[in-house]
């Protein structure tokens, strides 16, 4: 958030053959070629339901800061169209200002201002269409109906119901939310180019990558000093230096692992959407890797009914398997070519 954000759009380009990718800053559709024989494909590509890092020939729109990056990788970059931008360094006194309050603060105010770091960029992701939850008297509804676009109704008693309405922009109704999907974009953006720089190290210097998602990566040999710390940009080691001895990566956000701690005490961890963190055993998620089923009693899970304006809190279980989506052979992974 502290690299130069979108700011106005300065042309659109319907033909952008005789451009050079390097003098452009904004969003373009592009033709995109990997290298051959590409071990740790680095950029993303929405197939269908799903986002991917493939290898091979495909289009898709992209920020042009990510394509200069792969760009000096060896992929092939064909500029189609798209959108050019100036650029403003919009965040960077605002996250300076939070980040050393973060650095020394304890306690609540180290809870906000880091709160205010996590969540300011995913505010201008936001859809602009919401959701408004009203209570009307059914004497009402005809026309709440008659204006708005109703998701669901639910009967409270006689007089009352409790109304979903689909708000939407436009030109004659004002909507308060406040998005920005070029910001948004170009933070993530950002972040995959940092993963990008660690990868292609690892690559370069024969370092094994077993794992990579937004923010982490598991390797196989310690990184060197220079990108850990806590300053801004760094990289935080989370193991403090113990090796892991066995881990399960199943997918996205689905691993497990296990170590001795400083007391030479086995600690078993685990990451699987779904469930709380570090709640399954090892031996579950070598199960789970197996392609058996697991079923899992969630605890405090809590429940809304509409009907009587109640909230209760009850037990619930959630089947658990391994992601089908992740194409391995020799326990190795196998990227999808287009």
């Known amino acids: 958030m502290m690299k130069p954000i979108p700011h106005k759009i300065i042309k659109f380009h319907d033909d952008l053959s005789n451009y050079n990718l390097d003098e452009l ?35 898709g729109i992209y920020f ?16 189609i169209s798209g959108y050019e931008f100036s650029k403003t360094n919009l965040f960077q006194r605002y996250i300076e200002h939070f980040y050393n309050i973060k650095k020394i603060a304890k306690g609540a105010e180290r809870f906000i201002s880091k709160l205010h770091l996590n969540t300011l960029y995913g505010y201008f992701g936001r859809s602009f269409n919401m959701i408004n939850t009203l209570i009307i008297d059914n004497n009402k509804m005809l026309d709440i109906s008659l204006n708005h676009k109703i998701k669901n109704i639910y009967e409270i008693n ?9 708000e939407e922009t436009n030109n004659n109704h004002y909507n308060f939310i406040k998005s920005n999907v070029a910001i948004a974009s170009a933070v993530t953006s950002y972040a995959r180019i940092e993963m990008i720089k660690i990868k292609t190290y690892c690559l370069n210097n024969r370092i094994k990558i077993y794992y990579t998602d937004t923010d982490s990566i598991f390797l196989d040999k310690p990184l060197p000093s220079k990108f850990i710390g806590d300053d801004i940009g760094l990289y935080k080691d989370e193991m403090n230096g113990i090796p892991i001895e066995e881990a399960y990566f199943l997918g996205i956000k689905q691993y497990g692992y296990w170590f001795y701690d400083e007391n030479n005490v086995k600690v078993e ?37 509409f009907n009587n304006m109640n909230i209760r809190i009850s037990d619930t279980s959630l089947t658990i398997k391994r992601s089908e989506n992740k194409l391995l052979k020799n326990n190795k992974y196998i990227p999808e070519n287009l």
Not at 65 to 72: D, H, S
Not at 158 to 166: G, P, R
Not at 293 to 299: D, G, R, S
């Open 25 to 59: 800053f904004g969003f373009f559709k592009a033709e995109i070629i990997t290298p051959k024989n590409l071990i740790c494909p680095l950029l993303p590509y929405r197939n269908g339901e799903m986002t991917i890092h493939p290898t091979g020939k495909f289009t």
């Open 64 to 79: 042009s800061e990510e394509l200069k990056a792969v760009k000096a990788q060896g992929y092939k970059i064909k500029l």
């Open 158 to 166: 006689d007089n009352l119901s409790c109304v979903l309405i689909k």
């Open 269 to 305: 961890r685990s990451i699987f959407t779904g469930v709380q963190r570090n709640s399954l055993t090892f031996k579950e998620i070598t199960n789970i890797a197996k392609g058996n089923y697991l079923v899992k009693k969630i605890n405090t899970q809590f429940f809304k009914s």
